[in-house]
Protein backbone atom coordinates (compact mmCIF):
# COMPACT_ATOMS: atom_id res chain seq x y z
CA UNK A 1 0.00 0.00 0.00
CA UNK A 2 1.01 3.98 -0.77
CA UNK A 3 1.34 6.13 2.35
CA UNK A 4 0.82 9.20 1.22
CA UNK A 5 3.02 10.72 4.19
CA UNK A 6 6.15 9.64 2.65
CA UNK A 7 5.63 11.41 -0.40
CA UNK A 8 7.82 14.33 -0.96
CA UNK A 9 5.83 17.37 -2.75
CA UNK A 10 8.49 18.88 -4.36
CA UNK A 11 9.79 15.93 -6.33
CA UNK A 12 8.49 17.21 -9.35
CA UNK A 13 9.69 20.32 -9.14
CA UNK A 14 12.79 18.97 -8.72
CA UNK A 15 12.63 17.18 -11.54
CA UNK A 16 11.08 20.21 -13.82
CA UNK A 17 14.05 21.92 -12.90
CA UNK A 18 16.12 19.50 -14.32
CA UNK A 19 16.92 19.58 -18.00
CA UNK A 20 14.97 16.93 -20.08
CA UNK A 21 12.14 17.09 -17.09
CA UNK A 22 10.41 20.87 -18.13
CA UNK A 23 7.18 19.13 -18.99
CA UNK A 24 6.64 16.74 -16.27
CA UNK A 25 3.71 18.44 -14.73
CA UNK A 26 1.59 18.55 -18.13
CA UNK A 27 1.09 14.72 -17.86
CA UNK A 28 -2.73 14.06 -17.83
CA UNK A 29 -2.00 10.46 -17.53
CA UNK A 30 -3.59 9.33 -20.73
CA UNK A 31 -0.97 6.50 -21.39
CA UNK A 32 -0.42 6.91 -25.04
CA UNK A 33 2.92 6.46 -24.14
CA UNK A 34 2.60 2.65 -22.18
CA UNK A 35 0.26 1.98 -25.01
CA UNK A 36 2.81 1.96 -27.63
CA UNK A 37 6.12 1.42 -25.38
CA UNK A 38 8.20 -1.38 -26.96
CA UNK A 39 9.34 -2.47 -23.96
CA UNK A 40 6.24 -1.87 -22.03
CA UNK A 41 5.41 -5.10 -24.56
CA UNK A 42 8.15 -7.85 -23.37
CA UNK A 43 7.88 -6.72 -19.87
CA UNK A 44 5.58 -5.39 -17.17
CA UNK A 45 8.63 -4.03 -14.97
CA UNK A 46 8.22 -0.57 -17.24
CA UNK A 47 5.19 1.38 -17.42
CA UNK A 48 5.92 4.89 -18.32
CA UNK A 49 2.73 6.62 -17.11
CA UNK A 50 3.05 4.78 -13.79
CA UNK A 51 6.25 5.66 -13.26
CA UNK A 52 5.44 9.62 -14.25
CA UNK A 53 2.58 9.38 -12.34
CA UNK A 54 4.43 8.20 -9.09
CA UNK A 55 6.92 10.94 -9.10
CA UNK A 56 3.97 13.43 -9.67
CA UNK A 57 2.41 11.68 -6.92
CA UNK A 58 6.15 12.62 -5.18
CA UNK A 59 7.59 9.07 -4.26
CA UNK A 60 11.10 9.91 -4.59
CA UNK A 61 12.74 7.09 -3.16
CA UNK A 62 10.91 4.47 -4.58
CA UNK A 63 11.28 5.71 -8.12
CA UNK A 64 15.15 7.11 -7.77
CA UNK A 65 16.01 3.98 -6.34
CA UNK A 66 14.19 1.53 -9.32
CA UNK A 67 15.32 -0.29 -11.57
CA UNK A 68 12.23 0.04 -13.96
CA UNK A 69 14.02 4.05 -14.71
CA UNK A 70 16.67 2.28 -17.02
CA UNK A 71 14.38 0.31 -18.72
CA UNK A 72 12.95 3.08 -21.03
CA UNK A 73 14.94 1.82 -24.94
CA UNK A 74 14.83 5.70 -25.66
CA UNK A 75 13.00 4.51 -29.26
CA UNK A 76 10.97 7.91 -29.08
CA UNK A 77 8.06 6.36 -29.94
CA UNK A 78 5.69 7.59 -27.06
CA UNK A 79 8.12 11.33 -27.50
CA UNK A 80 6.29 11.50 -30.78
CA UNK A 81 3.12 10.75 -29.73
CA UNK A 82 2.36 12.39 -26.49
CA UNK A 83 -0.13 14.75 -26.37
CA UNK A 84 1.27 16.84 -23.78
CA UNK A 85 4.98 16.84 -24.83
CA UNK A 86 6.19 15.35 -22.11
CA UNK A 87 9.05 14.29 -24.10
CA UNK A 88 8.99 10.89 -21.50
CA UNK A 89 12.76 9.71 -23.07
CA UNK A 90 14.15 13.18 -21.73
CA UNK A 91 12.24 12.68 -18.56
CA UNK A 92 13.32 10.07 -18.00
CA UNK A 93 17.02 11.06 -18.58
CA UNK A 94 16.31 13.79 -16.27
CA UNK A 95 14.96 11.34 -13.28
CA UNK A 96 18.59 9.36 -13.95
CA UNK A 97 20.65 12.08 -13.85
CA UNK A 98 19.14 12.84 -10.13
CA UNK A 99 19.27 8.99 -9.67
CA UNK A 100 22.75 9.09 -10.03
CA UNK A 101 23.49 11.93 -7.99
CA UNK A 102 21.36 10.26 -5.34
CA UNK A 103 23.97 7.57 -5.21
CA UNK A 104 21.87 4.88 -7.44
CA UNK A 105 24.52 4.68 -10.16
CA UNK A 106 23.71 0.62 -12.16
CA UNK A 107 26.86 -1.04 -11.71
CA UNK A 108 26.98 -1.77 -15.87
CA UNK A 109 26.74 1.90 -16.59
CA UNK A 110 29.40 2.39 -14.06
CA UNK A 111 31.39 -0.53 -16.18
CA UNK A 112 30.40 1.76 -19.32
CA UNK A 113 32.21 5.23 -17.73
CA UNK A 114 34.94 3.17 -17.05
CA UNK A 115 35.17 1.89 -20.20
CA UNK A 116 34.90 5.52 -21.52
CA UNK A 117 37.52 6.80 -19.30
CA UNK A 118 39.75 3.95 -20.24
CA UNK A 119 39.36 4.38 -24.31
CA UNK A 120 37.71 7.04 -25.03
CA UNK A 121 34.61 4.64 -26.66
CA UNK A 122 32.81 1.62 -25.78
CA UNK A 123 35.01 -0.86 -27.34
CA UNK A 124 38.90 -0.44 -27.44
CA UNK A 125 40.58 -0.30 -30.90
CA UNK A 126 43.82 -2.28 -29.65
CA UNK A 127 46.52 -2.33 -32.28
CA UNK A 128 45.00 -5.92 -33.56
CA UNK A 129 42.18 -3.93 -34.48
CA UNK A 130 44.30 -1.67 -36.43
CA UNK A 131 46.64 -4.14 -38.10
CA UNK A 132 42.80 -5.24 -39.44
CA UNK A 133 42.11 -1.92 -40.73
CA UNK A 134 45.59 -1.87 -42.32
CA UNK A 135 45.08 -5.13 -43.82
CA UNK A 136 41.42 -4.09 -45.50
CA UNK A 137 42.71 -0.48 -46.65
CA UNK A 138 40.97 1.64 -43.73
CA UNK A 139 42.19 4.60 -42.24
CA UNK A 140 43.80 3.65 -38.49
CA UNK A 141 41.82 4.64 -35.52
CA UNK A 142 43.61 6.42 -32.42
CA UNK A 143 43.23 4.30 -29.76
CA UNK A 144 43.11 6.32 -26.51
CA UNK A 145 41.30 9.44 -26.38
CA UNK A 146 42.71 10.78 -23.21
CA UNK A 147 40.23 13.79 -23.72
CA UNK A 148 37.34 11.57 -22.60
CA UNK A 149 39.04 10.87 -19.21
CA UNK A 150 39.92 14.68 -18.59
CA UNK A 151 35.88 15.68 -18.73
CA UNK A 152 34.80 12.16 -17.17
CA UNK A 153 37.21 13.09 -14.26
CA UNK A 154 36.27 16.46 -13.87
CA UNK A 155 32.69 15.72 -13.79
CA UNK A 156 33.63 13.75 -10.97
CA UNK A 157 33.35 10.03 -12.95
CA UNK A 158 36.74 8.80 -12.61
CA UNK A 159 39.81 9.00 -10.33
CA UNK A 160 43.01 8.18 -11.36
CA UNK A 161 43.51 5.17 -9.12
CA UNK A 162 40.98 3.22 -11.26
CA UNK A 163 42.82 3.32 -14.20
CA UNK A 164 45.77 1.89 -12.54
CA UNK A 165 44.82 -2.04 -12.94
CA UNK B 1 29.87 12.47 -67.23
CA UNK B 2 33.52 12.42 -65.32
CA UNK B 3 33.23 16.14 -65.12
CA UNK B 4 29.84 15.49 -63.31
CA UNK B 5 31.15 13.12 -61.37
CA UNK B 6 33.80 15.47 -60.20
CA UNK B 7 31.43 18.13 -59.62
CA UNK B 8 29.33 16.33 -56.98
CA UNK B 9 32.26 15.00 -54.92
CA UNK B 10 33.40 18.57 -54.98
CA UNK B 11 30.52 19.85 -53.31
CA UNK B 12 29.90 16.43 -51.91
CA UNK B 13 32.82 15.85 -48.92
CA UNK B 14 31.92 15.14 -45.71
CA UNK B 15 34.05 13.88 -42.63
CA UNK B 16 32.89 10.63 -41.28
CA UNK B 17 32.08 9.66 -38.27
CA UNK B 18 32.92 5.88 -36.76
CA UNK B 19 31.65 5.96 -33.07
CA UNK B 20 31.92 3.20 -30.84
CA UNK B 21 30.65 0.14 -32.76
CA UNK B 22 31.32 0.39 -36.06
CA UNK B 23 35.49 0.06 -36.15
CA UNK B 24 35.86 -2.90 -34.01
CA UNK B 25 32.02 -5.08 -34.68
CA UNK B 26 30.94 -3.45 -37.85
CA UNK B 27 34.19 -3.27 -40.43
CA UNK B 28 31.39 -4.92 -42.73
CA UNK B 29 29.01 -1.89 -42.39
CA UNK B 30 32.40 0.80 -42.90
CA UNK B 31 33.77 -1.01 -46.00
CA UNK B 32 30.47 -1.08 -47.81
CA UNK B 33 29.54 2.37 -46.69
CA UNK B 34 33.25 3.63 -47.90
CA UNK B 35 32.93 1.44 -51.19
CA UNK B 36 29.63 2.73 -52.44
CA UNK B 37 30.42 6.53 -51.63
CA UNK B 38 33.34 5.96 -53.78
CA UNK B 39 31.13 4.55 -56.58
CA UNK B 40 28.58 7.40 -56.51
CA UNK B 41 31.29 10.05 -56.02
CA UNK B 42 30.80 11.33 -52.54
CA UNK B 43 33.97 12.21 -50.68
CA UNK B 44 34.77 10.93 -47.08
CA UNK B 45 37.35 12.12 -44.69
CA UNK B 46 38.35 10.67 -41.67
CA UNK B 47 39.35 12.19 -38.05
CA UNK B 48 41.87 9.79 -36.06
CA UNK B 49 40.93 10.87 -32.63
CA UNK B 50 36.88 10.95 -32.51
CA UNK B 51 35.95 9.15 -29.27
CA UNK B 52 32.25 8.02 -28.65
CA UNK B 53 29.45 10.35 -29.47
CA UNK B 54 28.71 11.07 -25.96
CA UNK B 55 25.28 9.28 -26.29
CA UNK B 56 26.22 6.89 -23.40
CA UNK B 57 26.20 8.86 -20.46
CA UNK B 58 23.20 10.90 -21.14
CA UNK B 59 21.50 8.92 -18.56
CA UNK B 60 23.75 9.64 -16.31
CA UNK B 61 25.15 12.99 -16.79
CA UNK B 62 23.65 15.66 -19.36
CA UNK B 63 25.94 17.79 -19.26
CA UNK B 64 28.93 15.47 -19.61
CA UNK B 65 27.22 13.70 -22.75
CA UNK B 66 27.02 17.97 -24.11
CA UNK B 67 30.74 18.03 -23.66
CA UNK B 68 31.96 14.64 -24.98
CA UNK B 69 29.39 15.67 -28.61
CA UNK B 70 30.46 18.94 -28.62
CA UNK B 71 34.33 17.71 -28.60
CA UNK B 72 34.00 15.40 -31.83
CA UNK B 73 31.81 18.55 -33.36
CA UNK B 74 35.02 20.78 -32.63
CA UNK B 75 37.16 18.73 -34.15
CA UNK B 76 34.89 18.11 -36.84
CA UNK B 77 34.31 21.89 -37.62
CA UNK B 78 38.60 22.46 -37.57
CA UNK B 79 37.76 20.19 -40.55
CA UNK B 80 34.94 22.29 -42.16
CA UNK B 81 33.09 19.67 -43.51
CA UNK B 82 29.63 18.54 -42.25
CA UNK B 83 29.48 15.28 -40.24
CA UNK B 84 28.31 11.89 -42.00
CA UNK B 85 27.26 9.37 -39.39
CA UNK B 86 26.79 5.18 -40.24
CA UNK B 87 25.47 4.88 -36.24
CA UNK B 88 21.68 6.36 -36.05
CA UNK B 89 22.55 6.52 -32.37
CA UNK B 90 25.76 8.29 -33.27
CA UNK B 91 23.34 10.41 -35.62
CA UNK B 92 20.71 11.26 -32.73
CA UNK B 93 22.84 12.43 -30.05
CA UNK B 94 25.19 14.22 -31.98
CA UNK B 95 22.48 16.21 -33.93
CA UNK B 96 20.70 16.81 -30.68
CA UNK B 97 23.49 18.74 -29.03
CA UNK B 98 24.65 20.58 -31.93
CA UNK B 99 21.16 21.89 -31.96
CA UNK B 100 21.31 22.78 -28.46
CA UNK B 101 24.98 24.59 -28.42
CA UNK B 102 23.51 26.30 -32.02
CA UNK B 103 20.43 27.44 -30.52
CA UNK B 104 21.04 28.16 -26.51
CA UNK B 105 23.96 30.62 -26.22
CA UNK B 106 24.50 30.34 -22.73
CA UNK B 107 24.92 27.22 -23.02
CA UNK B 108 27.58 27.54 -25.95
CA UNK B 109 29.21 29.72 -23.91
CA UNK B 110 30.02 27.25 -21.29
CA UNK B 111 30.18 24.36 -23.13
CA UNK B 112 33.34 26.43 -24.59
CA UNK B 113 34.78 27.75 -21.45
CA UNK B 114 35.02 23.84 -20.27
CA UNK B 115 36.13 22.85 -23.75
CA UNK B 116 38.86 25.03 -24.16
CA UNK B 117 40.02 24.76 -20.12
CA UNK B 118 40.00 20.80 -19.93
CA UNK B 119 40.88 19.87 -23.93
CA UNK B 120 41.87 23.06 -25.43
CA UNK B 121 39.11 23.34 -27.88
CA UNK B 122 36.15 25.06 -28.70
CA UNK B 123 32.87 24.61 -30.62
CA UNK B 124 30.74 27.53 -32.82
CA UNK B 125 28.25 25.65 -33.78
CA UNK B 126 29.42 25.90 -37.55
CA UNK B 127 29.02 22.20 -38.64
CA UNK B 128 25.53 20.31 -40.02
CA UNK B 129 25.17 16.85 -39.07
CA UNK B 130 23.46 13.74 -40.51
CA UNK B 131 23.38 10.30 -41.19
CA UNK B 132 25.02 8.15 -44.24
CA UNK B 133 21.66 7.20 -45.69
CA UNK B 134 19.88 10.26 -45.89
CA UNK B 135 22.96 11.58 -47.93
CA UNK B 136 21.84 8.64 -50.18
CA UNK B 137 18.23 9.25 -50.30
CA UNK B 138 18.77 13.25 -50.39
CA UNK B 139 21.99 14.08 -51.74
CA UNK B 140 22.44 11.50 -54.18
CA UNK B 141 18.44 10.37 -54.54
CA UNK B 142 16.95 7.17 -56.05
CA UNK B 143 16.98 8.06 -59.14
CA UNK B 144 21.13 8.37 -59.62
CA UNK B 145 20.88 5.30 -57.50
CA UNK B 146 18.83 3.47 -60.04
CA UNK B 147 20.64 4.87 -63.31
CA UNK B 148 24.24 3.26 -61.83
CA UNK B 149 22.53 -0.19 -60.95
CA UNK B 150 24.69 -2.89 -62.91
CA UNK B 151 23.43 -6.39 -61.12
CA UNK B 152 20.17 -7.77 -61.24
CA UNK B 153 18.50 -7.73 -57.60
CA UNK B 154 14.25 -8.25 -58.61
CA UNK B 155 14.36 -11.79 -57.03
CA UNK B 156 15.20 -10.42 -53.83
CA UNK B 157 12.56 -9.76 -50.56
CA UNK B 158 14.53 -7.80 -48.44
CA UNK B 159 12.63 -6.45 -45.04
CA UNK B 160 13.18 -2.74 -43.96
CA UNK B 161 14.56 -2.18 -40.83
CA UNK B 162 14.47 1.51 -40.08
CA UNK B 163 15.58 1.78 -36.19
CA UNK B 164 14.46 4.16 -33.74
CA UNK B 165 17.59 7.45 -34.28
CA UNK B 166 17.39 7.24 -37.83
CA UNK B 167 13.33 9.64 -38.01
CA UNK B 168 13.25 10.46 -34.46
CA UNK B 169 12.50 12.54 -32.62
CA UNK B 170 11.39 15.00 -34.89
CA UNK B 171 11.89 17.47 -32.46
CA UNK B 172 15.95 17.84 -33.49
CA UNK B 173 16.06 15.90 -36.99
CA UNK B 174 12.75 18.06 -38.75
CA UNK B 175 9.76 16.38 -40.29
CA UNK B 176 12.07 14.66 -42.51
CA UNK B 177 9.89 11.71 -43.23
CA UNK B 178 6.84 10.62 -41.07
CA UNK B 179 8.25 8.60 -38.23
CA UNK B 180 4.91 6.88 -38.23
CA UNK B 181 5.19 6.28 -41.86
CA UNK B 182 8.97 6.67 -42.94
CA UNK B 183 9.57 5.88 -46.32
CA UNK B 184 13.37 6.48 -47.28
CA UNK B 185 14.59 3.09 -46.27
CA UNK B 186 11.94 1.03 -48.74
CA UNK B 187 12.70 3.61 -51.56
CA UNK B 188 16.17 3.15 -51.45
CA UNK B 189 15.71 -0.88 -51.31
CA UNK B 190 13.67 -0.36 -54.30
CA UNK B 191 15.87 1.43 -55.63
CA UNK B 192 18.81 -1.58 -56.06
CA UNK B 193 15.79 -3.45 -58.14
CA UNK B 194 15.48 -5.33 -54.12
CA UNK B 195 11.67 -5.74 -53.18
CA UNK B 196 11.10 -4.02 -50.09
CA UNK B 197 9.07 -6.75 -47.81
CA UNK B 198 6.20 -5.20 -45.60
CA UNK B 199 5.71 -7.11 -41.56
CA UNK B 200 4.21 -6.60 -38.71
CA UNK B 201 5.57 -4.25 -36.35
CA UNK B 202 8.36 -2.59 -38.88
CA UNK B 203 9.28 0.51 -36.87
CA UNK B 204 9.43 -1.65 -33.53
CA UNK B 205 12.66 -0.88 -31.61
CA UNK B 206 15.39 -3.25 -31.52
CA UNK B 207 15.89 -3.39 -27.76
CA UNK B 208 19.35 -2.15 -27.72
CA UNK B 209 18.85 0.57 -25.64
CA UNK B 210 18.18 -1.57 -22.59
CA UNK B 211 21.06 -4.81 -23.45
CA UNK B 212 23.24 -3.04 -20.80
CA UNK B 213 20.47 -2.63 -18.31
CA UNK B 214 18.51 -5.88 -18.86
CA UNK B 215 19.67 -8.56 -21.86
CA UNK B 216 16.78 -10.55 -21.29
CA UNK B 217 14.63 -7.78 -22.33
CA UNK B 218 16.52 -6.82 -25.17
CA UNK B 219 16.42 -10.13 -26.36
CA UNK B 220 12.82 -10.85 -26.25
CA UNK B 221 12.07 -6.74 -28.42
CA UNK B 222 14.96 -8.26 -30.91
CA UNK B 223 13.24 -11.61 -31.09
CA UNK B 224 9.50 -10.64 -32.01
CA UNK B 225 11.36 -8.99 -34.91
CA UNK B 226 12.77 -11.73 -36.14
CA UNK B 227 10.23 -13.61 -36.08
CA UNK B 228 7.69 -11.52 -38.32
CA UNK B 229 10.40 -11.14 -40.65
CA UNK B 230 10.90 -15.11 -41.03
CA UNK B 231 6.99 -15.10 -41.38
CA UNK B 232 7.14 -13.08 -44.21
CA UNK B 233 9.80 -15.26 -46.19
CA UNK B 234 12.33 -12.10 -46.86
CA UNK B 235 15.75 -13.28 -47.85
CA UNK B 236 17.08 -11.06 -45.44
CA UNK B 237 16.90 -7.64 -43.19
CA UNK B 238 18.12 -4.68 -44.12
CA UNK B 239 19.31 -1.98 -41.46
CA UNK B 240 21.45 1.02 -40.78
CA UNK B 241 22.75 0.98 -37.53
CA UNK B 242 25.24 -1.28 -36.33
CA UNK B 243 24.04 -1.35 -32.77
CA UNK B 244 20.27 -2.90 -34.66
CA UNK B 245 22.72 -4.75 -35.89
CA UNK B 246 24.64 -6.14 -32.99
CA UNK B 247 20.87 -7.24 -31.65
CA UNK B 248 19.73 -8.62 -34.97
CA UNK B 249 22.95 -10.60 -36.50
CA UNK B 250 25.54 -10.47 -32.99
CA UNK B 251 22.82 -11.64 -31.05
CA UNK B 252 21.00 -13.75 -33.17
CA UNK B 253 22.37 -17.23 -32.09
CA UNK B 254 21.98 -16.14 -28.39
CA UNK B 255 17.92 -15.50 -29.31
CA UNK B 256 17.70 -18.39 -31.31
CA UNK B 257 19.15 -20.35 -28.11
CA UNK B 258 16.87 -18.88 -25.52
CA UNK B 259 13.78 -18.81 -27.27
CA UNK B 260 14.61 -22.07 -29.06
CA UNK B 261 13.89 -20.75 -32.80
CA UNK B 262 15.68 -21.12 -35.54
CA UNK B 263 15.66 -17.59 -38.37
CA UNK B 264 19.59 -18.07 -39.69
CA UNK B 265 17.93 -14.79 -41.05
CA UNK B 266 20.93 -12.52 -43.16
CA UNK B 267 21.52 -9.30 -41.77
CA UNK B 268 22.42 -6.91 -44.41
CA UNK B 269 23.76 -3.45 -43.98
CA UNK B 270 22.31 -1.09 -46.65
CA UNK B 271 25.13 -0.03 -48.24
CA UNK B 272 25.82 -3.69 -48.75
CA UNK B 273 22.50 -4.41 -50.55
CA UNK B 274 23.33 -1.56 -52.79
CA UNK B 275 26.67 -2.14 -53.52
CA UNK B 276 25.82 -5.36 -54.42
CA UNK B 277 23.76 -3.63 -56.93
CA UNK B 278 26.25 -1.56 -58.19
CA UNK B 279 28.57 -4.75 -59.27
CA UNK B 280 30.60 -4.47 -56.53
CA UNK B 281 32.22 -7.55 -55.49
CA UNK B 282 30.66 -9.29 -52.37
CA UNK B 283 34.21 -9.57 -51.03
CA UNK B 284 34.60 -5.94 -50.94
CA UNK B 285 31.71 -5.45 -49.40
CA UNK B 286 32.56 -6.77 -46.40
CA UNK B 287 30.08 -9.90 -47.11
CA UNK B 288 32.53 -12.16 -45.46
CA UNK B 289 32.23 -10.79 -42.10
CA UNK B 290 28.39 -11.29 -42.13
CA UNK B 291 27.82 -14.01 -39.27
CA UNK B 292 24.45 -15.23 -40.29
CA UNK B 293 25.91 -16.24 -43.97
CA UNK B 294 24.09 -14.57 -47.15
CA UNK B 295 25.58 -16.95 -49.77
CA UNK B 296 21.87 -17.55 -50.77
CA UNK B 297 20.96 -14.35 -51.13
CA UNK B 298 24.41 -13.63 -52.68
CA UNK B 299 23.62 -16.77 -55.66
CA UNK B 300 19.68 -15.58 -56.16
CA UNK B 301 21.56 -12.60 -57.54
CA UNK B 302 22.03 -12.22 -61.57
CA UNK B 303 25.67 -9.87 -61.73
CA UNK B 304 25.43 -9.89 -65.11
CA UNK B 305 28.82 -11.20 -65.78
CA UNK B 306 28.76 -14.71 -66.11
Request: with cysteine.
Amino acid sequence: MIDSKTFDPNFKSLIASEPGGENIKKCFSCGTCTAGCPVREVTDRYNPRRIIRMAILGMKKEVLSSDFIWLCSSCYTCFERCPQNVKIPELMNAIKNIAVREGYLPSTMKSQLDLLASFGRLLEVTDFENEKRKELHLPLVQGRTEDVKKILKKLGFHREEQSRG
Amino acid sequence: MKNRAEDSAQNSGYTLFLGCTVPVRALNYEISARKVAEKLGLQLSDVSDFSCCGYPIKSVHRYGYLLMAARNLALAEKKGLPLCTLCSACCGSLTEANHEIQEDEKLRKQINEDLSEWVGLRYEGGIRVTHFTRILREEIGKKKIAEQIKADLSSLHVAPHYGCHYTKPTSIYGKIEDPENPKSLDELIEATGAHSVQYEDKLQCCGGGVLAIDEQVALAMSQRKLEHIRAQQADAMVLVCPFCNVMYEGNQRKIEKVFQKEYKLPILYYPQLLGLALGIEPDELGMKMNRVKATELVKKINRGTD
